[in-house]
């Protein structure tokens, strides 16, 4: 097991001290001192509350990172299946704390806003990762399509109490087969159309009938 780095430690502490008092509860300096983080060295790395969220998504990024790209031989959906049931195994260890701070976040909507750049980070390297990420505007559309995935399936992932995540990986399972057909439309079909030859999209430069 990887050793926790002085940010791993404080993001962790944040988030047992939110999953037992609260989120909007909880202090910079609170989270210095359950740390154990000099005050001053905890305020370098972290600034505030959104720097740690930040953190946060940075970690829970790295962790699905660590495992390499998604099996080749794997169909589409399973590789993206694969990859996004690594960030809820990143994140199991502090279930309590993430639920605090996203119902939190429900009532912060310029906080949401801040973080959104974060969230789409994320989506990016999962489709990255599974091997199905689109350039261009249909790469953009990906992106959006799975971060509203991924956060449907999180809130079934909060209630999830089943050892295995069984609830999680059949409603993880149920969103990508929604969305796969959008996210192929959006992503390599579209880019398949794009680049047919003229004569198969009815183009101009078809001869006329004799």
Known sequence: MAELTTEDTIIAAALDLA????????????????????????????????????GLGRMVDAAMLAGGPADAEES?????????????????????????????LRGDPLTVLARLPGVERSAAWTLDLAGVAAGGLGGVLQVRILALALARVTWVWLRDESPDMAQTMKELDR????????????????????????????????????
Request: hydrophobic share 45%; aromatic share 4%.
């Open 76 to 104: 589409p959906r399973d590789r993206l299946f694969d990859v996004i049931m690594r960030r809820f195994d990143a994140l199991a260890a502090h279930k309590p704390g993430v639920e605090s701070v996203l119902r939190s």
């Open 19 to 54: 999953g037992a008092r609260g989120w909007d509860a909880v202090t910079m300096t609170e989270i210095a001192a359950a740390a154990e983080v000099p005050l001053a060295e905890t305020a370098r790395l972290f600034p505030d509350k959104g720097a740690v969220l930040d």
């Open 175 to 210: 969103v990508l087969a929604n969305a796969e057909p959008v996210l192929s439309r959006v992503g390599q079909g579209f880019l398949r159309r794009k680049n047919k030859p003229k004569d198969e999209l009815g183009g101009e430069d078809q001869p006329a009938d004799s």
